[in-house]
């Protein structure tokens, strides 16, 4: 079933509304393209959706928490069905789409590490509907979500990775 913004939605037994990660491509910054959430490169996978460039430093904190707690700092070069990983993904309006290649290389040149650029996954999307349809109020913060490839959000938290959130992100993250 499908929302008036785009995203689907799940109905759980309750008959609750259940946001659901939406259908997009993205393209990690080696140049793969994906479908997302099938793509996503884990059973569970944490994304971490930043809109703004000054988000940077708080994704970084959310991915070192990740691997501090065991999670594989990349996909690249991991082999088989991982249970859990971690991804980046800036969200870009798709008026910037003409200018991809320019801002994609702009973020490669500045990162340069290839397993950073693995797990970092740009979509070039409308961000307005993208933010309705996992129920984001906007573009202030980062969002960190634990996905599964079928798009179920098992677990999600904004803003800084407080000891509290998480909790519960790496609860589900390691299928607790």
């Given amino acids: 079933m499908t929302d008036e913004a785009g995203g689907s939605t799940a109905r759980s037994a309750a008959g609750e509304s259940a946001v659901r990660f939406p259908a997009v491509t993205g393209r990690t910054l080696l140049g793969v393209e994906l479908a997302l959430p099938g793509a996503f490169p884990a059973e569970r996978t944490l ?46 309006a798709t008026a910037w789409r003409p200018v991809r290649r320019f801002i994609d290389g702009g973020m490669t040149a500045g990162i340069g590490d290839p397993d950073v650029l693995a797990r970092t996954i740009t979509i070039y999307t409308d961000v307005g509907r993208f933010q309705r349809s996992l129920a984001i109020p906007g573009s202030d913060e980062v969002h960190a979500l634990v996905v599964t490839r079928d798009g179920t959000i098992l677990a999600r938290a904004a803003g800084e990775p407080q000891d509290r959130e998480w909790d519960g992100i790496l609860a589900a993250l390691r299928g607790a």
């Fill in 47 to 92: 994304a971490v959706v930043a809109f703004r460039q000054w988000h940077q430093a708080v994704v970084d904190r959310w991915i070192a928490r990740a691997v501090a707690d065991g999670m594989p700092p990349t996909p690249r070069g991991l082999v088989g069905e991982l249970p859990a990983a971690v991804v980046e993904l800036p969200v870009l």
